[in-house]
């Protein structure tokens, strides 16, 4: 059984939770709800109600997100190669 990157996870978490904290509670049991009710397919919801998910996606940061991920996984210097053989 392979060893987890326990300081990669780690680090996963504190961005992930860093950003999730920057949501008031109010907001991110409204971000729950549309993405519940969506069914994590946005051309589920209404007009309205997609510009409100878009809204506190961008307030959540997604793209920081990534970035910050990225960062960690370069850090850990564990990148799959693929074969191409």
């Not at 409204?30 to 109600?49: C, F, I």
Request: hydrophobic share 40%; aromatic share 4%.
């Amino acid at each position: 059984m392979k060893e987890l990157p326990w300081p990669a996870i780690l680090g996963a978490l504190l961005a992930v939770g860093r950003r999730w904290r920057a949501l008031s509670e109010k907001e991110r049991s409204h971000l729950l709800r549309l993405v519940r009710e969506s069914g994590v397919r946005p051309d589920r919801l209404s007009a309205k109600q997609r510009r409100e998910l878009r809204r506190l996606l961008i307030k959540l940061d997604i793209r920081g997100m990534t970035a910050d991920l990225a960062r960690l996984t370069r850090a850990t210097g564990k990148r799959r190669r693929w074969r191409t053989s």
